[in-house]
């Protein structure tokens, strides 16, 4: 089955750093990238869309200067999560359409941030 | 925006118990329903899915029961094992290719 490798899956950082996560389609093209981010308790909750080769499209409330998408290619999306603070801390989770079929759609296995 | 619900935050039963977990949605023009259990610490694991021309869909162990009259989601796990324990959410979107919007989830433990 298709398969959406999302890297790294924890990642510890200083408050004001940055840190960027992939992910990517291993083994088939997808149209459209979606991040999510969890809070502990909760549910999954959408921060932006992201689309091969064109500017993400944010959720009301998403800072997109500080969650910087990048989608270069058809398999490979990445968020950046820039100047971050201990507010920054969630679960991000990552998910793609297989190209052609927009009903199938993948997740990833998910990047626990933890800013100190 | 509209968004996905759900009615109860947990449920337990024991080993062997059908289990019902429901959901209630606001989004009258959503197509797509799709059941989703996770596990702590890992990503959306695909469990069933529904569109909204149908009122029934079955896989192994478990149905999905949709009634858009009053926009309720139901799903059914038959004979429920310690493994089924993990947190549900239903999820729906409009259109293929959109994003899905997920509800608030549910978290079911299975005693043995």
């Known amino acids: 089955g298709a398969v959406v490798s999302q890297h790294p899956s924890w990642v510890i950082c200083k408050s004001g750093t940055s840190v960027k996560i992939e992910c990517r389609s291993l083994?088939?093209?997808?149209?459209?990238m979606f991040w999510y981010r969890q809070f502990p308790k909760q549910s999954l909750m959408l921060m932006a869309t992201?689309?091969?080769?064109?500017?993400?499209?944010?959720e009301q409330g998403v800072e997109k200067d500080k969650f910087l998408i990048n989608h270069a290619s058809l398999t490979l999306s990445t968020l950046t999560v820039t100047s971050a603070h201990p507010e920054d801390s969630s679960f991000y989770i990552c998910?793609?359409?297989?190209?052609?079929?927009?009903?199938?759609?993948?997740f990833g296995s998910g990047t626990q941030l933890s800013v100190l | 925006g509209e968004s996905v619900g759900l009615h109860l935050p947990t449920l337990s039963v024991q080993e062997g118990d059908n289990s019902i977990i429901n959901c209630a949605y606001s989004?009258?023009?959503?197509?797509?329903f799709i059941w989703y259990k996770q596990e702590s610490g890992k990503g959306p694991q695909f469990i069933i899915d529904i569109r909204s021309n149908m009122d029934k869909r079955q896989g192994q162990r478990v149905t999905v029961l949709l009634n858009k009259t009053v926009k309720h989601l139901s799903l059914q796990i038959a004979a429920t094992q310690p493994g089924d324990s993990a947190v549900y959410f239903c999820?729906?979107?409009?259109?293929?290719?959109?994003?899905?919007?997920f509800g608030k989830g549910t978290t079911l433990s299975v005693s043995s």
């Open positions: 999820a729906e979107n409009e259109q293929a290719g959109t994003a899905l919007i």
């Open positions: 998910s793609a359409n297989l190209k052609g079929y927009p009903e199938k759609l993948f």
């Open positions: 083994d088939f093209q997808a149209t459209t």
């Open positions: 989004n009258s023009a959503s197509d797509y």
């Open positions: 992201s689309n091969e080769g064109s500017k993400a499209t944010y």
